[in-house]
């Protein structure tokens, strides 16, 4: 019995070390790859996502260096975030380092940005959006933004925060261009529910952080809200429109600063046509 409850607290031990220092600062790539017949070129069109970064402190603009210049080696065409910047701005004394940070990120053809609930609150929308705009990125509040990228259309919607902004969807969508790839910028996953009855193609999305602390059994006991039914990884959204739904862990931490089987990450996404399936 002794040796049981020695190795139940050795093992409690470990779990908390790993889930505050090591799982937490070991951001991975996740690779996905979609096909859709209107693109027609041999090249992919290279997307990546970042999300929830939550900045706090310094070790966070440290570890985001890395970050950066691993995004950069990737030499994506658009770079896309997906919501929550920072924390707490009134705590927050960083911007200056997180605008040089965000100004050296450096995708082919451009930077586009949506508000979460974090950049709503505490006083910080107007603030979040003068930051991104000093850093080059293109803040959508409902609102699409179109590139012609190898000759093909690809069409970026940016939707306002579900909790904290303007969440009239429904003008937005409905000048959906049927001829262009689509993708949605939402930054709660569960608005999916709305958007996958639009002719979409694919919906990126975060806010859940994977739970942080994920528990397959109870994960929609963990989950934030608007992200119960969809909170991590890839989904079918609907196959009338062949649109998908990626949910990102995100890349920092809120409320506790912990992690467990859900790590860090960087998504990056390549978008196929009918040559290079």
Known sequence: MKIKLTSFFLLL????Y?????EPTSIRTKQLTFSDDRLNSNTPIKLIQISDTHFNNKKDIDRFKKVVKNINQMKPDFILFTGDLVSDIRKFSYKNEVIRLLKELNPKIGKLAIYGNHDHGGYFTEQYEELLTESNFILLKNEEKTYYVQKQKVSFI???DYMLGNKQYNDILERIQKNSYTVVLAHEPDIADLTKNYPINLQLSGHSHGGQIYLPLYKSFIM???AKK???GVYTLSSKYNSHLVVSNGIGTTKLPIRL???PEIVSIEITGQFNK
């Not at 031990?13 to 908390?16: D, Q």
């Not at 790993?18 to 090591?22: E, G, L, N, R």
């Open 13 to 16: 031990i470990c779990t908390i």
């Open 18 to 22: 790993y889930s505050v220092y090591v």
């Open 158 to 160: 940016g939707l306002d």
């Open 224 to 226: 934030p809200p608007y």
């Open 230 to 232: 969809y909170n991590r």
């Open 261 to 263: 089987f859900t790590p």
